[in-house]
């Protein structure tokens, strides 16, 4: 059995929901890593940022494009020592304008993925995957990665079993 990493972005609070803006205790994404770590007992590593986005939506998406737009790497809170002893890496995060946050891509270059298999999972208010899958494709190279797992946003809390059985396709 390959050691499982599942690394993820989320975010709580102010989140768009079905049109609306919602207050989450807990976000989207990580309730999708939470069901992955009961399915496969992986180690379980959060990609957050020393600076917290604003809590109120709008302001935070509008941080979040700038950041897009100036291709940031905001600087994360910690770091794993090393990624080699995973051999299969499941990534989550939430698609912002189609691709992952761009904390997500300080993780991604902070470590060499070559070899490892990588399953992206992501949130989406109806996007999908966006543009994701292809832009993880060029950032990671020598890695594989498989088809993933993509979940409307307001469906997370409902998805357990649906995520489960995807994440144990990966045991």
Not at 61 to 71: C, M
Not at 126 to 133: L, M, N, V, Y
Request: hydrophobic content about 35%; glycine content about 8%.
């Amino acid at each position: 059995m390959s050691k499982i990493l599942i690394a993820y972005y989320s975010r709580a609070g102010q989140n768009y929901v079905n049109g609306s803006i919602e207050n989450l205790k807990i976000g989207n994404t990580k309730r999708l890593a939470e069901f992955i770590h009961e399915a496969t007992q992986g180690d379980l590593f959060e990609i957050d940022t020393v600076k917290d986005y604003p809590i109120d939506y709008t302001e935070c998406t509008n941080v979040a494009k700038d950041e897009l737009r100036q291709k940031s790497r905001p600087e994360l809170k910690q770091y794993l020592d090393s990624i080699s002893e995973y051999d299969t890496i499941f990534l989550g995060f939430p698609c912002w304008w189609g691709l992952p946050p761009m904390a997500v891509y300080t993780f991604l270059e902070h470590y060499d993925f070559s070899g490892k298999t990588i399953v992206p999972f992501t949130t989406h208010e109806g996007s999908g995957f966006g543009g994701s899958i292809s832009s993880l494709r060029n950032v990671l190279k020598n890695s594989k990665i498989a088809e993933g797992l993509s979940i409307h946003g307001a469906e997370a809390s409902r998805a357990e079993s649906q995520t489960k059985s995807f994440a144990k396709k990966f045991i």
